[in-house]
């Protein structure tokens, strides 16, 4: 099992900067595929980023490519995700999840459903 603690939110101007944490425990955390989503009031919970269980290789959505960046440690058990230029609509709860079905592989899904562990989200609120 792996068990998933977000960190890092909170209220940020336009522009700013954030860096959320995820801290790990468990087993497969170390070579699970991770991932982060999102999502705002009243709004589906959408893909932002993930990576590889290496640290290899990483896939971002299109709305934050170029500004949000993931980054994991394995021997530190932690996974974060670092949220540059933010705009307004970047406003959301943000999870930290795992896919630990898919231990080992170097394929970053991104899709909700095939992901077996969640966080319980941290608030990262933009103002303009």
């Known amino acids: 099992q792996v068990q998933l603690v977000e960190s890092g939110g909170g209220l940020v101007q336009a522009g700013g900067s954030l860096r959320l944490s995820c801290a790990a425990s468990?087993?497969?955390?170390?070579?699970?595929?991770m991932a982060w989503f999102r999502q705002a009031p009243g709004k589906e919970r959408e893909f932002v980023g993930g990576i590889s269980w290496s640290g290899s290789r990483t896939y971002y959505a299109d709305s934050v490519k170029g500004r949000f960046t993931i980054s994991r440690d394995n021997a530190e058990n932690t996974v974060v995700l670092q949220m540059n230029s933010l705009k307004p609509e970047d406003t959301g709860v943000y999870y930290c999840?795992?896919?630990?079905?898919?231990?080992?592989?170097?394929?970053?899904?991104?899709?909700?459903?095939?992901?077996?562990?969640w966080g319980q989200g941290t608030q990262v609120t933009v103002s303009s």
């Open positions: 999840a795992a896919d630990s079905q898919r231990s080992g592989y170097l394929y970053i899904a991104s899709n909700v459903d095939e992901f077996d562990y």
């Open positions: 468990g087993r497969t955390f170390s070579s699970s595929p």
